[in-house]
């Protein structure tokens, strides 16, 4: 019912930055309650990297905190992840995910097809 596409990964070397965007689209008036990025990695299980709730609310993971910024567009329907000081341990694959409140028609859960970060040592 919301379609979610990301964009912004790509190869880059120890201690650079990324950022990732996530863009909501749906035939539907729909308002985003929870945006979340999440990662996995080659034979592990995906986590969650950073949510927002509510457009104000946030959490970050252990591991990411105070590297990566999770943030909202001015226009609601995109989502950004600021990642700074990346390392070798953040390559994964990245997926956008929101929780979506559909006018009339009830919450939708969506994922992106996500995008694949690499970083080298």
């Known amino acids: 019912q919301v379609q979610l596409v990301e964009s912004g990964g790509g190869l880059v070397q120890a201690g650079g930055s990324l950022r990732l965007s996530c863009a909501a689209a749906?035939?539907?008036?729909?308002?985003?309650?929870?945006w979340g990025w999440y990662r996995q990695a080659p034979g592990k299980q995906r986590e969650l990297v950073a949510l927002?709730?509510?457009?104000?609310?946030?959490n970050y993971a252990d591991s990411v905190k105070g590297r990566f910024t999770i943030s909202r567009g001015n226009a609601k329907n995109t989502m950004y992840l600021q990642m700074n000081s990346l390392k070798p341990e953040d390559t994964a694959v990245y997926y956008c995910?929101?929780?979506?409140?559909?006018?009339?028609?009830?919450?939708?859960?969506?994922w992106g097809q996500g995008t694949q970060v690499t970083v080298s040592s």
């Open positions: 995910n929101a929780d979506a409140r559909l006018l009339g028609r009830g919450d939708f859960d969506s």
């Open positions: 749906s035939q539907f008036v729909f308002e985003i309650k929870t």
């Open positions: 927002m709730r509510d457009g104000l609310n946030t």
